[in-house]
């Protein structure tokens, strides 16, 4: 049982980080950067996030390598340094954790950005030989968990779990990014998602990103519903941006992403976090509303 096993085998919410594109932003990211080369030119950046997320109270923090396979990685001439950017990421975040007790490090992986056949030209087999090589860097590194998120197609899905299991016996969590009428782009619904997560045998499952935190709720209620029988995440964005002064702004405060972590958890959510405009403000309040809850 690894510290990510152990942590879900204890009978307690877990507060998970928030967003690390727009924070990346926020401190001199340039729009069409690839956040993933902060891992090597300011990797002082990126611990400081890490550090951020967790002094606001998160368990879990995600290594900053959402798009860094080879197919994201390739439209910035990065594609002959997956591996290399991956280990730097583990690292870095492995680093930061280790600073503090039973704080887990999970290995973001997201979409490959390419449609999956029949739909589009990426074949089965070279999804899962590119999810394979970005988890062989994340492992090698360090990481506790494969935390493959905003996944909208259960094929991609499939590629994502088995490529990772070809290369590390790791735990494996999935997070599907669901629309309008509660499916994703490609269609798949919550319950699809919890019937797919008992085939995989992943060890959680559950929502983030999307339209905002009152769609999320919607979704986790309906995989409650559906009888989930792994720990349920939630990651929803701090609100829907909007276009102020030529800068996007998120329109859920840290108040209104409070509210909403405590009726997840109501709907049966243990893994509760926050993604695209969130802060370590958010997670902070957050982690009030949580835990001073449920003390008192």
């Given at each position: 049982?690894?510290?990510f096993?152990q942590l879900?085998?204890?009978?307690?919410?877990?507060l998970l980080?928030g967003a690390?594109?727009?924070?990346?932003m926020?401190r001199?990211?340039?729009?069409?950067?690839?956040?993933?080369?902060?891992?090597?030119?300011r990797?002082?950046?990126?611990?400081?996030?890490?550090?951020a997320?967790i002094?606001?109270?998160?368990?879990i923090?995600l290594t900053n390598t959402?798009g860094?396979?080879?197919?994201?990685?390739?439209?910035?001439?990065?594609d002959?340094?997956?591996?290399?950017i991956?280990?730097?990421a583990?690292?870095l975040a492995?680093?930061?954790?280790?600073?503090?007790?039973?704080?887990?490090?999970?290995?973001?992986?997201?979409p490959t950005?390419?449609?999956?056949?029949?739909?589009?030209k990426?074949?089965?087999?070279?999804a899962v030989?590119?999810?394979?090589?970005?988890?062989?860097g994340?492992?090698?590194g360090?990481?506790?968990v494969i935390?493959?998120?905003?996944m909208?197609d259960?094929?991609e899905?499939?590629?994502a779990v088995?490529?990772?299991r070809?290369?590390t016996?790791l735990?494996?969590?999935v997070?599907?990014?669901f629309?309008?009428k509660?499916?994703?782009?490609?269609?798949?619904?919550?319950?699809?998602l919890?019937?797919?997560?008992?085939?995989?045998?992943?060890?959680?499952v559950?929502?983030?990103?999307?339209?905002?935190?009152q769609?999320?709720e919607?979704?986790v209620?309906r995989?409650?519903?559906?009888g989930?029988q792994?720990?349920?995440?939630?990651?929803?964005?701090?609100?829907?941006p909007?276009?102020?002064?030529?800068k996007?702004i998120?329109?859920?405060?840290?108040e209104?992403?409070a509210?909403?972590?405590?009726?997840?958890r109501?709907?049966?959510?243990?893994l509760?976090g926050a993604c695209?405009?969130s802060?370590?403000?958010?997670?902070?309040?957050?982690?009030?509303?949580?835990?001073f809850?449920l003390?008192?």
């Amino acid at each position: 049982m690894n510290k990510f096993e152990q942590l879900l085998s204890e009978p307690k919410i877990i507060l998970l980080d928030g967003a690390m594109g727009t924070m990346l932003m926020s401190r001199g990211l340039e729009a069409g950067q690839a956040p993933e080369r902060m891992n090597l030119d300011r990797p002082d950046v990126v611990r400081e996030i890490h550090r951020a997320y967790i002094e606001a109270g998160s368990s879990i923090i995600l290594t900053n390598t959402f798009g860094a396979n080879r197919f994201r990685l390739k439209r910035h001439g990065l594609d002959d340094r997956v591996r290399e950017i991956n280990y730097a990421a583990a690292k870095l975040a492995c680093e930061v954790a280790a600073e503090y007790p039973n704080v887990v490090v999970a290995g973001s992986v997201g979409p490959t950005g390419e449609l999956m056949a029949p739909f589009g030209k990426l074949n089965f087999d070279d999804a899962v030989q590119a999810f394979a090589e970005q988890v062989a860097g994340l492992s090698s590194g360090g990481v506790d968990v494969i935390w493959i998120e905003t996944m909208a197609d259960l094929q991609e899905v499939k590629a994502a779990v088995q490529g990772a299991r070809s290369v590390t016996r790791l735990p494996i969590s999935v997070t599907m990014t669901f629309e309008s009428k509660g499916r994703t782009m490609m269609g798949v619904t919550p319950e699809q998602l919890v019937q797919l997560a008992q085939e995989l045998e992943l060890n959680a499952v559950g929502a983030n990103c999307g339209k905002g935190p009152q769609e999320l709720e919607a979704v986790v209620e309906r995989m409650h519903k559906a009888g989930c029988q792994v720990p349920m995440i939630a990651k929803a964005n701090a609100g829907i941006p909007k276009l102020v002064e030529g800068k996007v702004i998120y329109d859920g405060s840290p108040e209104i992403m409070a509210e909403h972590a405590l009726t997840v958890r109501q709907f049966g959510a243990r893994l509760i976090g926050a993604c695209c405009g969130s802060s370590p403000e958010h997670i902070q309040e957050m982690r009030r509303a949580l835990f001073f809850d449920l003390e008192t």
